[in-house]
C-alpha cells in the first residue's frame, strides 16, 4: 500500500470515530454541570450527616426568648439613662466590669453571660456577687476570640441590661 492510501484510510477511520462521538459544545456544559451538582449535593451531604460540624441553633428555646425583647429593650433604656454607666473593660488579670460608683454594690444582683458566637461550647453566666464596685472575670476562663458579653443586673428593683461585643 501506498503512503497516501494509508493516511487517507486513517484519516476516514478517525472521521467516523468523531462522528460516533457526537461530543459538540451542549454536551460539554451538560456534563460539566452534572459534575458541578454532584460536588455540591455530595459537600452539602457530607456536612450535613458529619458530627464534626455544628448544627445548633444560635440559642436554646429562640422563640422563648425573641418574646422577651420588649422587656430587654425597657432594660437596656434604664441603663442608658444613668448617668455613670457600666464600663467594661479588657484588662491584662481579664474583663473588668465596673458598676456605677453611686450604687451601694452590695445591692447588686443579677448575671453576667458571656456569649461566643462561634461555638456555643463555650457560652457560659456567671452570678453577680460584689465585694467591691466591680467584677473580674479572669481571662483563663475566656478563650480568645470574639465575645458577646450580656449584663443583665437589678438595683433597687430596676432592671438593667448592658450588652457590649469584645476581641480578646
Known sequence: MKKHQLISRDREILIKNLKIMKFNWGT??????????????SYVYKVQSNDKYDHELVVKDYYKKEAL?????????????????????????GVKIQFPADFD????????????????????????????????IPKSNLAGGLWDISIEWNYDGVAYLNKESFKL
Not at 31 to 37: D, K, Q, T
Not at 69 to 93: F, R, S, W, Y
Open 28 to 41: 460539554g456544559i451538560v456534563i460539566a454541570f452534572a459534575l458541578f451538582m454532584t460536588f455540591i449535593l
Open 105 to 136: 454594690y452590695s445591692k447588686i444582683n443579677g448575671k453576667v453571660s458571656f456569649y461566643r458566637p462561634s461555638s456555643q461550647k463555650l457560652d457560659f453566666e456567671i452570678p453577680i456577687s460584689l465585694s467591691s464596685p466591680h467584677l473580674l
Open 69 to 93: 425583647v420588649q422587656g430587654d429593650i425597657e432594660k437596656q433604656e434604664n441603663a442608658n439613662a444613668l448617668t455613670n454607666k457600666v464600663t467594661i473593660e479588657n484588662t491584662t488579670e
